[in-house]
């Protein structure tokens, strides 16, 4: 069991590391090589810095220094999230527990433009197959994505389901998905649906009759591992208070994925934070226990 999970390698999660590791306990980021930062070509707004350096630099200098401090990384796709006393976090390897969890995603990029997707979101359009595979028990449903996050949707709907199918809009499948699941690769012209979703009309005329779309795009954002631990969301933006914890104790936000500022100062400040009320629950925690 780790003390604490960040998922997210970009300067919020980083920073929060720093401070959980310096207070002795243990910090494991997970984290793909797509940190906004990483993007930046150079970096002259932030605080010590005399020359700009590149956002790939300032990203390397700030693992670094979390490696030094005895932090672990690994570098994979975290698909799913779950509570049961404790966290568990899916990426598409393994599975790891821990006691407090920091979503420091980043900003949600996988928005995909549908007519009609966003009016037949909870009538038949979800975001989330652990919430809401039951709805769907001996349903033909579909799930939109070609990645390690759409399969592992999938996987969650096929013990319910009657039918999977996977549409990748276009895209050509990054992953196996298994035969049991048809593939249809045709971009997707609109959905259709009255008082809830009804079919699929694809570009060259075809149609799938499904009661549900799950939207699995690219991988996981924090608002979709926030809505599996049943998380507030504003505008597509983790909730937190002052001190960055969301709604369930335990689970803390920070950077771009709770919006504001998006700057690596404020990302780098809310990760520091949520590092600090980690520990503080932690030490809780520790009490407790001991008592
Ligand atoms: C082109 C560009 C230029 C910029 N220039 C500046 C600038 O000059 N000055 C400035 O202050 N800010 C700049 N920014 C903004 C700055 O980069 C961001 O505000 C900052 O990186 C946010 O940090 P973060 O830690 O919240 O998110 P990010 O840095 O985006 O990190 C998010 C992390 O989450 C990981 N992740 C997300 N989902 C998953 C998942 N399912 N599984 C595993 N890992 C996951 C990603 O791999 C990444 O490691 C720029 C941004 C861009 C795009």
């Known amino acids: 069991m780790k ?10 999660g980083l920073s929060a590391a720093l401070y959980i590791l310096r207070a002795g306990f243990s910090a494991t980021v997970i984290g793909t090589d797509n940190s906004s930062l990483k993007m930046a070509e150079k970096i002259e707004n932030y605080f010590g810095l005399e020359e700009p350096i590149s956002g790939e630099t300032l990203l390397e200098r700030g693992r670094n220094q979390v490696i030094t401090l005895g932090g672990a990384f690994i570098e994979e796709e975290v698909v799913g999230i779950s509570w049961n006393g404790n966290f568990s976090t899916d990426t598409n390897n393994q599975t790891i527990d821990s006691k407090v969890i920091i979503l420091a995603t980043g900003a949600p990029r996988n928005k995909v433009k549908i007519p009609h997707l966003s009016e037949l979101e909870g009538k038949g359009v979800s975001y989330c197959a652990v919430c809401d595979a039951f709805f769907y028990r001996g ?25 999977v199918t996977i549409l990748t809009n276009g895209l050509e499948p ?7 699941m048809n593939v249809i690769k045709t971009p997707i012209r ?19 009759t499904v009661s549900g779309l799950f939207v699995a795009l690219g991988t996981a954002n924090g608002s979709d591992l926030a809505k599996k631990l049943g998380l507030l969301l504003e ?13 369930l104790p335990g ?6 994925c709770i919006g504001g500022i ?15 009320s980690a520990i503080k629950f932690l030490r809780e925690q520790k009490k ?4």
């Open 139 to 163: 349903k033909d449903v579909a799930v939109l994505g070609n990645g390690e996050y759409a399969l592992h949707e999938a996987q969650e709907l096929l013990p319910m389901a009657s039918h």
């Open 251 to 256: 689970v803390f936000a920070a950077g771009d």
């Open 190 to 208: 609109q959905l259709n649906g009255n008082t809830s979703l009804e079919e699929v009309v694809f570009d060259d005329d075809s149609t799938l």
């Open 262 to 276: 998006l700057q690596v100062s404020t990302a780098v400040g809310e990760g520091a934070k949520a590092g600090i």
């Open 288 to 291: 407790k226990t001991l008592s």
């Open 174 to 180: 990054q992953v196996d998905f298994p035969e049991d």
């Open 3 to 12: 003390d604490a999970v960040i998922i997210g390698a970009g300067p919020a």
């Open 235 to 247: 505008n597509d933006k983790i909730i937190v208070d002052d001190s960055m914890a969301t709604a």
